[in-house]
């Protein structure tokens, strides 16, 4: 959209480092849809995670091709479920993690579930490898950091985020013209 000219400029920077530049969201999805289909081919489920509210409907969107083998823990279904009631353009069967398990879905691999973002040593998690052998795919855009992957116990971390990048914050900076800029993170 267009930029309001303004005296003042008050910026969310939350990726205000250089080192957070993210690579086009196409070269993101051709790059997990090559995991996805590598880990399908050996019957490996997948765990796609990012947070329930606007990241999980993303990762709905961008990867809904893989229905119908695709499932939603409980909070991102839900969220899903207030999107497609404000009339966005998202997948209405919405099967959850736990209506896929009572179904025997779960049993029948592979299959990927949309979940929320947490540690790979988070009990859920743990017990999704265990019972699954799952591979986990994070989506935040702190991956660009140092080993974000390792930290989380993550296999893989893309940089997905709907927060501006370094350049993108630099680039309505400039564009602002302002005299007065305040960055805020948190």
């Given at each position: 959209?267009?930029?309001?000219?303004?005296?003042?400029l008050?910026?969310?920077?939350?990726?205000?480092?250089e080192?957070?530049?993210?690579?086009?969201?196409?070269?993101?999805?051709?790059?997990?849809?090559?995991?996805?289909?590598?880990?399908?081919?050996?019957?490996?489920?997948?765990?796609?995670?990012?947070?329930?509210?606007?990241?999980?409907?993303?990762l709905?969107?961008?990867?809904?091709s893989?229905?119908?083998?695709?499932?939603?823990?409980?909070?991102?279904?839900?969220?899903?479920?207030?999107?497609?009631?404000m009339?966005?353009?998202?997948?209405?069967?919405?099967?959850?993690?736990?209506?896929?398990?009572?179904r025997?879905?779960?049993?029948?691999?592979?299959?990927?579930?949309?979940?929320?973002?947490?540690?790979?040593?988070?009990?859920?998690?743990?017990?999704?490898?265990?019972?699954?052998?799952?591979?986990?795919?994070?989506?935040?855009?702190?991956?660009?950091?140092?080993?974000?992957?390792?930290?989380?116990?993550?296999?893989?971390?893309?940089?997905?985020?709907?927060?501006?990048?370094?350049?993108?914050l630099v680039?309505?900076?400039?564009?602002?013209?302002?005299?007065k800029?305040?960055?805020?993170?948190?």
């Amino acid at each position: 959209g267009k930029l309001v000219k303004s005296k003042t400029l008050i910026i969310d920077s939350t990726y205000g480092a250089e080192q957070y530049r993210f690579p086009p969201i196409k070269d993101v999805c051709d790059r997990v849809n090559r995991l996805i289909a590598d880990y399908f081919s050996i019957g490996r489920p997948v765990l796609l995670m990012g947070y329930p509210l606007g990241k999980g409907q993303i990762l709905t969107y961008l990867f809904s091709s893989w229905k119908p083998h695709l499932y939603f823990h409980e909070s991102v279904r839900r969220m899903n479920e207030a999107y497609i009631k404000m009339g966005v353009d998202l997948p209405t069967d919405l099967v959850s993690y736990e209506e896929a398990r009572e179904r025997g879905l779960l049993e029948r691999k592979p299959w990927i579930l949309v979940c929320p973002l947490q540690s790979g040593k988070n009990p859920f998690i743990t017990m999704l490898k265990y019972r699954y052998n799952v591979v986990t795919i994070g989506f935040t855009g702190w991956s660009v950091g140092y080993k974000y992957a390792d930290r989380m116990g993550l296999e893989y971390a893309f940089p997905l985020s709907d927060h501006c990048d370094f350049d993108e914050l630099v680039n309505v900076v400039k564009k602002s013209n302002a005299d007065k800029i305040y960055t805020v993170y948190g």
